[in-house]
């Protein structure tokens, strides 16, 4: 599964971090950006809950 995150979309609220904080962080610009775009299998159900969390809709997955 591929993960991306649209910054220009992004407003920095912090849940996908705070819901899955082995794939998103929040960086020096208040955004959110990607520890890794790869993710595995036992951490899928964690990204589709932060994708489902993001208010803005900033963050795409890919199967």
């Known amino acids: 599964m591929k993960v ?5 979309s992004c407003i920095g609220c912090g849940a ?3 819901i899955c904080d082995d794939v998103f ?3 020096d610009e208040g955004l959110s950006t990607l520890k890794k775009e790869v993710v595995e299998e036992d951490q ?3 990204v589709l809950d932060a994708q489902d969390s993001c ?4 963050i795409e997955v890919e199967e």
């Open 4 to 8: 991306k995150v649209n910054r220009d």
């Open 16 to 18: 996908c971090a705070a």
């Open 25 to 27: 962080e929040i960086d």
């Open 44 to 46: 899928k159900q964690e």
């Open 55 to 58: 208010p803005t809709g900033a």
